[in-house]
C-alpha cells in the first residue's frame, strides 16, 4: 500500500516545498487545493466552473465544493498508490467530510511541519516582496496565522483520536536538512 500523507503546518512553514518534493521521492501525486481549483477552472470540469464563478466573485469555494473536488481527485488511478494532500483540510469539517467521502481514513500520517512565529513573519513578509505582494504586510501576515491557529490546528489533536499519528517536524534549516527530517519522520512510520 502506498501512503497517503497530509502536511500540516502554518503559512510560511514550508508545506509546498517539502510536499513537493516527498511526493517526487515517493511517486505519488502532490494535490494541493489551490492548484487543483486553478487547474479545474482551466479546464473546465462542472466543479470547476462552480468554482471559478465564486473565485471571480472573490467568493470562498465552500467546503462542500472543495471536498468533492479533492475526492474525485483521489480517486483517479495515480492516487490509487498514495498522496499527499496540501492544503487541505483546513478544519476539523472538511477533515470529517473528507473522511466520509472517500470510505473513511483517507490519510494515514500528518507531518506537523513547526516554525516560530517570527520565522514564519520574517519568511512571509520576504515571499511578499519577491512576488510583489503588496498587501502582505506584518498585520495581515499575523493575522492569517492567527486563522490557522484557530481553524486549521485543532487537526493536531483531531488526528491522533481517530488513530491517525502526527509526526512533528522542525522546519528550521535549509530545503535539504529539512526535508532529511520529513523522510526520517516516514521511515518511523
Known amino acids: 500500500?502506498?501512503?497517503?500523507?497530509?502536511?500540516?503546518?502554518?503559512?510560511?512553514?514550508?508545506?509546498?516545498?517539502?510536499?513537493?518534493?516527498?511526493?517526487?521521492?515517493?511517486?505519488?501525486?502532490?494535490?494541493?487545493?489551490?492548484?487543483?481549483?486553478?487547474?479545474?477552472?482551466?479546464?473546465?470540469?462542472?466543479?470547476?466552473?462552480?468554482?471559478?464563478?465564486?473565485?471571480?466573485?472573490?467568493?470562498?469555494?465552500?467546503?462542500?465544493?472543495?471536498?468533492?473536488?479533492?475526492?474525485?481527485?483521489?480517486?483517479?488511478?495515480?492516487?490509487?498508490?498514495?498522496?499527499?494532500?496540501d492544503g487541505f483540510p483546513r478544519n476539523i469539517e472538511q477533515a470529517d467530510a473528507l473522511d466520509n467521502s472517500v470510505d473513511g481514513h483517507a490519510i494515514e500520517v500528518v507531518l506537523l511541519l513547526t516554525v516560530v512565529e517570527d520565522e514564519l513573519v520574517r519568511r512571509l513578509l520576504k515571499r511578499a516582496v519577491e512576488d510583489g505582494r503588496d498587501d502582505d504586510n506584518e498585520d495581515t501576515i499575523r493575522r492569517r496565522l492567527e486563522v490557522y491557529r484557530s481553524e486549521t490546528e485543532p487537526l493536531v489533536e483531531h488526528y491522533p483520536l481517530h488513530g491517525v499519528p502526527i509526526r512533528r517536524i522542525d522546519g528550521l534549516g535549509t530545503v535539504e536538512e529539512v526535508f532529511a527530517r520529513v523522510v526520517m519522520a516516514l521511515a518511523h512510520e
Do not use: W, Y
Open 1 to 85: 500500500m502506498g501512503r497517503r500523507v497530509l502536511f500540516l503546518g502554518p503559512p510560511g512553514a514550508g508545506k509546498g516545498t517539502q510536499a513537493t518534493l516527498l511526493a517526487r521521492a515517493l511517486g505519488v501525486p502532490h494535490i494541493s487545493t489551490g492548484v487543483m481549483l486553478r487547474e479545474a477552472v482551466a479546464e473546465g470540469t462542472d466543479l470547476g466552473n462552480q468554482a471559478g464563478v465564486l473565485m471571480a466573485a472573490g467568493d470562498l469555494v465552500p467546503d462542500e465544493l472543495v471536498v468533492a473536488m479533492v475526492a474525485e481527485r483521489l480517486s483517479r488511478s495515480d492516487a490509487a498508490c498514495g498522496f499527499l494532500l
